[in-house]
């Protein structure tokens, strides 16, 4: 169980309203919110069916959130997310987004940092992205995914391991660290392009850390038993 370093507040969730024709692949919008609740640390969630203004002040929830969905031609769904005012019904923010159902998380996660703004001050974290190692078919391989853990895509196939992903400056791609010459060596990788190794003159080199401002890459290379740090350009 993890610890939160906020305090957290009750925030209201309602499921939405949802209109014939929607055949759901995954979860619908309202456990979405739910779980990018849960997830930020930030919030307790106060569940219900319907708007019950008695449940929502007894837990002191002073906000809450639901919305209407419904298709749309080509498989599309018009998704309406509104985050209220609990008391007075206020309307507090209100966003619509029409997308596929494979985008509708994206959309859901997208509403969910602008209420947490709303709220809070702060914007969420619900729209960024993991980048990690999983263990596919017995080899350590590179993946990234949504922050909640869906749409995982995998980055590396190599039947050599894969570790210490980061992300490149401006999240265009990732630097890893690979085994495929029995030394650890850094690639990078542009999303939806090649692999090309990093700084083939040292011949060992890991543990990078990239500048989100600058791009530039720090990394260890061990040369004669001796590691030293590095900043290099990718």
């Not at 319907?50 to 769904?77: C, I």
């Not at 190794?197 to 890459?217: H, I, K, M």
Request: with cysteine; aromatic share 12%; net charge positive.
């Amino acid at each position: 169980v993890g610890i939160s370093v906020f305090k957290t507040t009750p925030i209201g969730i309602v499921p939405f309203e949802e209109k014939p024709g929607i055949e759901w692949i995954e979860e619908r919008p309202h456990q979405i919110l739910t779980r990018d609740a849960n997830l930020s640390g930030r919030f307790d969630v106060v569940a219900s069916e319907k708007f019950n203004l008695a449940l929502f002040s007894r837990s002191h929830a002073d906000y809450y959130m639901t919305g209407k969905v419904e298709p749309q031609a080509g498989g599309m769904l018009k998704v309406e997310c509104f985050l209220y005012v609990s008391k007075s019904k206020t309307l507090r923010l209100g966003e619509s987004y029409t997308v596929k159902q494979k985008d509708l998380r994206r959309a859901i996660h997208a509403f969910f940092d602008k209420a947490t703004l709303c709220i809070t001050g702060e914007r969420g974290v619900a729209s960024t992205r993991l980048a990690f190692v999983s263990k596919i078919d017995g080899v350590k391989q590179v993946v990234v995914s949504d922050y909640d853990g869906f749409h995982r895509s995998q980055v590396t196939r190599d039947s050599t391991i894969s570790m210490m992903p980061v992300w490149m400056h401006g999240n265009a791609g990732l630097v890893y660290v690979n085994f495929k010459t029995r030394r650890p060596r850094l690639y990078a990788k542009k999303f939806g392009g090649s692999e090309r190794p990093l700084f083939a003159q040292f011949d060992q080199t890991y543990s990078p850390a990239v500048n989100p401002r600058t791009g530039e890459l720090l990394f260890s290379s061990t040369v004669d038993g001796k590691t030293d740090l590095y900043l290099g350009n990718i």
